[in-house]
């Protein structure tokens, strides 16, 4: 959102979209929210409120909750955004024995992130505040379900393949080969798996995701 609602006052405490010190007010505020209040909990309109300005500013200055907390978190991109690009851009096989998976596109994809100079520290940093802050565990985990599962489970087609509960236990599972990877990895330096290379870890770790994504899994009875 940009345009009218960038140039008008703010309704709580008349900050402009000009005023020095706005964008970095909203980062402040967001950041406290987010570790307060969880990514799920941590409103636009909250965030506004906490910086004193008109939640349209939030939106001019950075569009989606997703980038703002990006951006509090000091991510220099947009995890869906990147993700998505790439498996659209990438030639990916839906199971017909023609070229690597969709996992393993996705494992090459996050571990180029990972380790890339722009993310990796803030990534890491992440990941160690989730392993010791039960907050910032939450803040993590729905960050994810929201906005990086939720772009593998569309680009994997579970929505028109299984009924809700399923693609979400699918998704789950996902995210223990890429968390589990990334800490032991990035985190724990577990020497075999510090040591081997991208494609390695994708081509071994990637049809492990397809089976979660695509295969037959064993759901959990409702008992449990």
Do not use: N
């Not at 703002?68 to 199971?95: N, Y």
């Not at 379900?145 to 579970?158: E, M």
């Amino acid at each position: 959102m940009t345009g009218e609602g960038a140039g008008r006052p703010g309704s709580r405490g008349g900050r402009r979209s000009g005023d020095s010190g706005t964008r970095e007010a909203i980062g402040d505020a967001a950041r406290a929210q987010f570790a307060e209040r969880g990514y799920h909990g941590a409103t636009i309109r909250a965030i506004a409120a906490a910086a004193q300005v008109d939640p349209a500013l939030v939106h001019h200055f950075y569009g989606t909750k997703e980038a703002l907390f990006a951006a509090a978190m000091r991510l220099p991109i947009v995890p869906s955004e990147v993700l998505t690009a790439a498996l659209a851009h990438d030639k990916w096989d839906a199971g017909d024995g023609s070229g690597a998976g969709l996992g393993e596109h996705m494992v090459r994809t996050a571990l180029g992130l990972w380790e890339s100079a722009e993310i990796g520290e803030s990534f890491i940093g992440l990941l160690r505040s989730a392993v010791t802050s039960e907050q910032a565990a939450i803040m993590l985990r729905e960050f994810i379900a929201d906005s990086i599962l939720s772009t593998v489970a569309r680009a994997a087609g579970l929505a028109e393949r299984c009924s809700s509960a399923e693609a979400e236990f699918r998704s789950a599972m996902v995210a223990t080969q890429m968390l589990g990877l990334a800490l032991t990895r990035l985190v724990l330096a577990l020497p075999p798996v510090a040591s081997a290379s991208i494609d390695d870890l994708a081509a071994v770790v990637g049809p492990s995701i397809d089976r979660y994504l695509t295969g037959e899994i064993q759901m959990p009875s409702r008992d449990s």
